[in-house]
């Protein structure tokens, strides 16, 4: 099969798109596997359908590096919105269903796209660690000098742990730097850090939060670029209105034989 794909990437997270709106293009877990391998593949952090729905102006449908289907990837909502309006698909507000249910999305005049996410009903603590889901569950650890910290071997020891090793967690280490989050993510699925992570700088957002409830920003900084996240702090465990907020970028496209 000769399949067309096309690349994007959001703050250096990055994605093969397939437009499926026709419904022909079925995909193995082995197959979405070695398309995203960066040695042997195209090479990405995931892969993602664009898939007609009747109620939706898209369906959403991610599959994680290892081919596994995924949980809600952020940036990959973001680059996929993006794809949409590149492909036409053009409302000023856009309604999309992923597996965590249903998003809005707008791209703002200078191209950011801004999604918005679950509510978040629930937090959980672990010795000096935060855990949450935000689309996919996510382990929030403060640290110091993140910059030099390997989060590749400290992450994985996390991810596959006891506790987590059967379902998998995605493990963010976490530094606050001149009034920004500084984040860097061992993602499961990947099996690796990537260069951002929509649904881990979210977590990290809404775990780091120390002020008064109410409306709430946090600049976050990350190796593939800056983001912003906004939300309303109802308390402690619960969070709403909560915007996901960065550039998506397409990188290229092609054909590959599969």
């Given at each position: 099969m000769l399949?067309?794909f096309?690349?994007?990437?959001?703050?250096?997270?990055?994605?093969?798109?397939v437009?499926?709106?026709?419904g022909?293009?079925?995909?193995?877990?082995?197959?979405?596997a070695?398309?995203?391998?960066r040695?042997?593949?195209?090479?990405?952090?995931?892969?993602?359908?664009?898939?007609?729905?009747?109620s939706?102006d898209?369906e959403?449908?991610?599959?994680?590096?290892?081919?596994?289907?995924?949980?809600?990837?952020?940036?990959?909502?973001?680059?996929?919105?993006k794809?949409?309006?590149?492909q036409?698909?053009?409302p000023?507000?856009y309604?999309?269903?992923a597996?965590?249910?249903?998003?809005?999305?707008?791209?703002?005049?200078?191209?950011?796209?801004h999604?918005?996410m679950?509510?978040?009903?629930?937090?959980?603590y672990q010795n000096?660690?935060?855990l949450?889901?935000?689309?996919?569950?996510?382990?929030?650890?403060?640290?110091?000098?993140?910059?030099?910290f390997?989060?590749y071997?400290?992450g994985?020891i996390?991810?596959?742990?006891?506790?987590?090793?059967?379902?998998?967690i995605?493990v963010?280490?976490?530094?606050?730097?001149?009034?920004?989050l500084?984040?860097?993510?061992?993602?499961?699925?990947v099996?690796?850090?990537?260069f951002s992570?929509?649904?881990?700088v979210?977590?990290?957002?809404?775990?780091?939060?120390?002020?008064?409830?109410g409306?709430?920003e946090?600049?976050i900084?990350?190796?593939?670029?800056?983001?912003?996240?906004?939300f309303?702090?109802?308390?402690a465990?619960?969070f709403?209105?909560?915007?996901?907020?960065?550039?998506?970028?397409?990188?290229f496209e092609?054909?590959?034989?599969?």
């Amino acid at each position: 099969m000769l399949l067309h794909f096309y690349k994007y990437q959001g703050t250096g997270n990055d994605f093969m798109i397939v437009d499926n709106r026709e419904g022909l293009i079925q995909l193995s877990n082995k197959q979405v596997a070695l398309l995203c391998d960066r040695h042997f593949g195209i090479g990405a952090d995931g892969l993602m359908l664009l898939n007609k729905h009747d109620s939706y102006d898209f369906e959403m449908v991610y599959y994680n590096a290892d081919g596994a289907p995924g949980t809600m990837c952020g940036n990959g909502g973001r680059c996929l919105t993006k794809f949409a309006f590149d492909q036409g698909i053009q409302p000023a507000t856009y309604t999309f269903i992923a597996s965590d249910g249903e998003h809005e999305a707008v791209i703002d005049a200078n191209g950011w796209v801004h999604l918005k996410m679950i509510d978040v009903n629930e937090v959980s603590y672990q010795n000096d660690a935060t855990l949450l889901n935000t689309g996919s569950p996510h382990y929030i650890k403060p640290v110091t000098q993140l910059a030099t910290f390997d989060v590749y071997a400290n992450g994985k020891i996390i991810r596959y742990n006891e506790t987590y090793n059967k379902v998998g967690i995605n493990v963010n280490f976490v530094e606050l730097n001149d009034n920004e989050l500084f984040v860097r993510t061992y993602e499961r699925g990947v099996e690796n850090e990537t260069f951002s992570c929509g649904t881990g700088v979210t977590a990290a957002a809404l775990a780091m939060c120390k002020d008064s409830v109410g409306k709430q920003e946090t600049k976050i900084r990350t190796l593939g670029g800056n983001l912003l996240i906004k939300f309303n702090k109802i308390d402690a465990q619960h969070f709403t209105d909560i915007w996901l907020c960065g550039p998506a970028s397409f990188v290229f496209e092609g054909q590959i034989t599969i």
